[in-house]
């Protein structure tokens, strides 16, 4: 049995940690619970079921929810220090956590204030976990989801892929195409529904635990109050406050990203430690090297390396963190130029941190050689292939590109809601 974070069980917001202090040491147990059998878990492969109760018994789905009488939520700063963390540990819940907390804030970005209230309201007292996708897709047939109105409001019917939370999610947000109107509509699903059929994917090559795959919608119904507001196709119709969605969730990947990063120098340096890679060169050129760990120069030079590249995307990171945080207080008042700023950051901390990601466990596998031979090794090829899936979702060119003619040209990236 593995062990519990040592915070009581909570079924409401009144009993999450009040102490801004506390989320630090709460995320440690967790990652450390999840660090426990995360090998044994990515090889069977099974959906996070029993991952979504270890966060839910640490009162992490609800940090973000706003601060009740009782309660204190919490801000994008520790929700991104938080994804990291258990990302260190479990790359694939860490992701699984960052899209529910930018899906949890999908009626702030497109609903009313009154109405994303109540729904966060629920959603903090019960931690529900969010999943979904609020961008249109367009398939060569249409839309891949309508919604069909009826006398109470829509029947919604379709089939979405999702990168995260098949099957174990508790409310999902979708974006789709009225057939009436042909207007985009955000709504909010319950997938405990019988008209929704959730499909794993089977044997994905990383991110194994993240619960990807895809859910099917057989008329299921939407009552208007699950409406949350219209998603404009039109980039000219985008308030820049909406357009912070696809940029929160670009962020919080690149915080997963880190923590691939750095959970796998962190394993590499105890396996290192015990049982050093050897250069057979290294004795040659540099005489007998003090007898101890680690003490070979070359492998020293490799983690000097590493580490720096690992310190230098977590720096901008940082800075991407700490300009999306303000941008999101700033609301709805949030200006298309400082917006354009926002963007800019996140595709700069992409083009670095994406590119570091990749060669540090690239490396690492060098630097642990034969550690992973036996069955029972490390696994240190999942830090690989989770940064090799994780990074594959984006393009290092268009990043750039829009880094390049913001600041040659002062153009400002376009407004859009798909990350």
Not at 140 to 154: H, K, Q, R, S, V
Not at 355 to 383: C, K, M, N, W, Y
């Given at each position: 049995?593995?062990?519990?974070?040592?915070?009581?069980?909570?079924?409401?917001?009144?009993?999450?940690?009040?102490?801004?202090?506390?989320?630090?040491?709460?995320t440690?147990?967790?990652?450390?619970?999840?660090a426990?059998?995360?090998?044994?878990r990515?090889?069977?492969?099974?959906?996070?079921?029993?991952?979504?109760?270890?966060?839910?018994?640490?009162?992490?789905?609800?940090?973000l929810?706003?601060p009740?009488p009782?309660?204190?939520?919490?801000?994008?700063?520790?929700?991104?220090a938080?994804?990291?963390?258990?990302a260190?540990?479990?790359?694939?819940?860490?992701?699984?956590?960052?899209?529910h907390?930018?899906?949890?804030?999908?009626?702030?970005?497109?609903?009313t204030?009154?109405?994303?209230?109540?729904?966060?309201?629920?959603?903090?007292?019960?931690?529900w976990?969010?999943?979904?996708?609020?961008?249109?897709?367009?398939?060569?047939?249409?839309?891949?989801?309508?919604?069909?109105?009826?006398?109470?409001?829509?029947?919604?019917n379709?089939?979405?892929?999702?990168?995260?939370?098949v099957?174990v999610?508790?409310r999902?947000?979708?974006?789709?195409?009225?057939?009436?109107?042909?207007?985009s509509?955000?709504v909010?699903?319950?997938?405990?529904?019988?008209?929704?059929?959730?499909?794993?994917?089977?044997?994905?090559?990383?991110q194994r635990?993240a619960?990807?795959?895809?859910?099917d919608?057989?008329?299921?119904?939407?009552?208007?109050?699950?409406v949350?507001?219209?998603?404009?196709?039109?980039?000219?119709?985008?308030?820049?406050?909406a357009?912070?969605a696809?940029?929160?969730?670009?962020?919080?990947?690149?915080?997963?990203?880190?923590?691939?990063?750095?959970?796998a120098l962190?394993?590499?340096?105890?396996?290192?430690?015990?049982?050093p890679?050897s250069?057979?060169?290294?004795?040659?050129e540099?005489?007998?090297?003090?007898?101890?760990?680690?003490?070979?120069?070359?492998?020293?030079?490799?983690?000097?390396?590493?580490?720096?590249?690992?310190?230098?995307?977590?720096?901008?990171?940082?800075?991407?963190?700490?300009?999306?945080?303000?941008?999101?207080?700033t609301?709805?008042?949030?200006s298309?130029?400082?917006?354009?700023?926002i963007?800019?950051?996140?595709?700069a901390?992409?083009?670095?941190?994406?590119r570091?990601?990749?060669?540090?466990?690239t490396?690492?596998?060098?630097?642990?050689?034969?550690?992973?031979s036996?069955?029972e090794?490390?696994?240190?090829?999942?830090?690989?292939?989770?940064?090799?899936?994780?990074?594959a979702?984006?393009?290092?060119?268009?990043?750039?590109?829009?880094?390049?003619?913001?600041?040659?040209?002062?153009?400002?990236?376009a407004?859009?809601l798909?990350?």
């Amino acid at each position: 049995m593995p062990k519990q974070p040592t915070v009581p069980t909570s079924s409401s917001a009144a009993d999450r940690p009040a102490d801004e202090e506390v989320w630090p040491r709460v995320t440690r147990e967790v990652a450390d619970d999840l660090a426990a059998d995360a090998l044994a878990r990515d090889r069977a492969g099974k959906p996070p079921f029993d991952e979504m109760s270890r966060l839910r018994e640490a009162g992490l789905p609800s940090l973000l929810m706003p601060p009740a009488p009782s309660a204190h939520g919490s801000d994008w700063r520790t929700a991104c220090a938080v994804i990291r963390e258990i990302a260190t540990a479990d790359s694939s819940i860490g992701e699984l956590l960052g899209r529910h907390y930018v899906l949890s804030w999908s009626a702030r970005f497109f609903s009313t204030p009154e109405q994303a209230a109540r729904l966060e309201h629920r959603s903090g007292a019960e931690q529900w976990l969010w999943g979904g996708d609020t961008a249109v897709l367009e398939t060569e047939a249409g839309p891949d989801l309508t919604l069909a109105p009826t006398d109470n409001g829509y029947v919604l019917n379709g089939r979405r892929a999702l990168a995260t939370g098949v099957a174990v999610t508790d409310r999902l947000a979708l974006a789709a195409v009225c057939t009436d109107t042909g207007e985009s509509l955000l709504v909010v699903v319950d997938p405990a529904h019988p008209g929704v059929l959730a499909e794993p994917a089977n044997d994905p090559l990383g991110q194994r635990l993240a619960g990807a795959g895809s859910i099917d919608f057989d008329n299921v119904p939407v009552h208007t109050d699950q409406v949350l507001g219209p998603v404009p196709r039109d980039e000219h119709a985008i308030s820049p406050f909406a357009s912070l969605a696809p940029l929160a969730l670009r962020l919080v990947l690149l915080h997963v990203g880190l923590g691939i990063a750095e959970g796998a120098l962190a394993e590499a340096r105890d396996i290192n430690r015990i049982a050093p890679r050897s250069w057979p060169r290294a004795s040659a050129e540099h005489g007998d090297y003090p007898d101890r760990p680690g003490g070979d120069p070359y492998l020293l030079l490799a983690y000097g390396e590493l580490v720096t590249a690992a310190h230098t995307a977590a720096a901008v990171v940082e800075r991407a963190t700490e300009a999306l945080t303000q941008g999101l207080l700033t609301g709805r008042a949030l200006s298309i130029d400082a917006r354009a700023d926002i963007a800019v950051l996140v595709a700069a901390a992409e083009a670095v941190t994406n590119r570091s990601v990749l060669h540090i466990t690239t490396r690492i596998l060098e630097l642990t050689d034969g550690a992973d031979s036996a069955a029972e090794g490390p696994g240190f090829d999942r830090f690989w292939r989770n940064a090799r899936v994780l990074t594959a979702r984006g393009s290092a060119s268009h990043s750039l590109r829009d880094i390049g003619d913001h600041y040659l040209n002062g153009m400002h990236p376009a407004l859009t809601l798909h990350a």
